[in-house]
């Protein structure tokens, strides 16, 4: 009987994909846990190698894929939901669909004790925790407070991969019964001049008193300490020194471990692409790979889906960066700050449930260091006139600013001047949006079948 529903499931993923219109990473996935709710058990038990499972705010998607690169690079082949589809449906479809002896799995932050209770992982490699989706998920604390009795659930079963630099996500460190590796940047140079209005940890996780920063790199992320109760930011395992960011070129860093040196040429800007490295790096090392063989093999890491994915249409080279946060935009927008010369934009600000309603956030995001760095931009989606007027309140020209309904005649027209490079920044429900249009196009691949 569940070789019945199996085969039930993976027929409709195969119908839906043959389609066109996408569902293929999920539907499989819905269908079988509707006929069978023990499915990601029953399958997840058949992994004989234990899974990995991968969870933050920002960067799950790049980190699992970077992570995957590593591991197919040493002869292994991971069951992994590599489309993003991060709910328990999704990574049912790829235990439906795929072969192996070891799971990685990227998992919405919500749905991880869910997965993990699902799985017993050996090892969750935690990224990040910022400000996203309030309506949905609420304050990061809640989630914190969540990962937190996770830690304690799975108590010797399962080592963590921690993030030292927020102080959400290296207090876990504190419950979790088996191993823990900690990663982090030490690099000064790097250090933001100031706090960004999207810091959003501010409290410490021990006894609420208010945190010293001495340094902070991506929005809360940095070096801090409470001079209440002696808490302080854990001394990473896994550490980045000498940094150098090349714009969207990429980042240049030595991996620093207790191994010895090595050095990172990232084909990935930002220092938020340097972080997903570190956790990828550090996981890696957790499962038995030389960290030498996991730089080598992240410096032909290639973009996934709508981070940092590059696609030429026509003259013009179109670079697809994912907002959807304060925190991740503002890395968007440091990273183009450092692009030479005036800069082509497309933006598309939606407010469905999949980007989160509340689109306030973009008060919140430091838009201001592109003003006078702009030749032109197109604003679209859902909540055109609201991402406009942002734009204008950030000091933008108006002038070289128009506003278009729909994401088709917005993308024409942002590429009817022919610029040489025009840079997107859409929100996550416009992304598939724009990889739907372009796929009609001839102009990208559909991105259930990456």
Not at 9 to 23: D, E, N, Q
Not at 162 to 190: C, E, H, M
Not at 200 to 219: E, I, P, S
Request: charged share 25%; proline share 4%; glycine share 10%.
């Amino acid at each position: 009987m569940k070789g019945i529903r199996a085969g039930i499931a993976r027929t409709i993923g195969r119908l839906s994909r043959a389609s066109g219109k996408g569902g293929g990473t999920t539907l499989p996935g819905r269908v079988l846990l509707k006929l069978d709710p023990n499915a990601i058990n029953r399958l997840g038990s058949k992994l004989t190698n234990g899974s990995t499972l991968i969870s933050a705010t920002n960067g799950k998607t790049t980190t699992a894929s970077m992570l995957a690169t590593i591991l197919v690079a040493e002869g292994r082949h991971p069951v992994h939901n590599r489309s993003g589809s991060n709910m328990t449906w999704g990574v049912a479809t790829a235990l439906l669909e795929q072969e192996g002896t070891e799971g990685l799995f990227e998992v919405d932050e919500a749905w991880l004790p869910e997965t993990a209770s699902r799985l017993h992982p050996e090892t969750i490699l935690l990224g990040n925790l910022f400000r996203d989706q309030l309506d949905r998920y609420g304050e990061t604390e809640a989630l914190a407070d969540a990962w937190v009795k996770l830690a304690g659930d799975l108590g010797d079963e399962t080592d963590f991969i921690l993030n030292a630099d927020d102080p959400l996500v290296a207090d876990i460190g504190r419950y979790s019964g088996a191993g823990t590796t900690y990663f982090g940047i030490d690099d000064n140079k790097q250090a933001l001049a100031e706090l960004q209005h999207a810091h959003d940890a501010k409290q410490c996780r021990v006894c609420g008193h208010a945190l010293d920063y001495q340094r902070a790199f991506v929005g809360h992320l940095g070096h801090y300490s409470c001079p209440d109760c002696g808490m302080k930011r854990p001394n990473p395992e896994v550490s980045a020194r000498e940094i150098t960011l090349k714009g969207m070129s990429g980042i240049e860093a030595q991996i620093v471990t207790p191994e010895g040196h090595a050095k990172l040429t990232l084909p990935l800007p930002g220092l938020y692409n340097l972080y997903n490295a570190l956790g990828a790096i550090a996981t890696a090392r957790r499962l038995g790979i030389p960290v030498e063989n996991s730089v080598r093999s992240l410096a032909s890491m290639k973009a996934v889906f709508g981070r940092v994915e590059r696609i030429q249409i026509e003259d013009t080279e179109l670079s697809i960066l994912l907002i959807k946060n304060p925190a991740g935009a503002n890395e968007v927008l440091r990273t183009l700050e450092l692009e030479p010369g005036q800069l082509d934009l497309w933006i598309a600000l939606n407010d469905r449930i999949a980007d989160g309603r509340d689109v306030s956030w973009i008060w919140d995001a430091d838009f201001e260091v592109l003003a006078g760095k702009v030749n032109r931009i197109v604003c679209t989606g859902t909540r055109a006139a609201e991402i406009a007027l942002r734009l204008k309140y950030a000091g933008w020209d108006t002038d070289r600013l128009e506003v278009f309904e729909g994401i088709d005649p917005a993308l024409k027209n942002a590429l009817a001047s022919g610029p040489e490079k025009l840079f997107a920044m859409p929100t996550y429900t416009a992304l598939l949006e724009l990889k739907q249009l372009l796929a009609d196009q001839g102009d990208a691949g559909r991105y259930w079948e990456g």
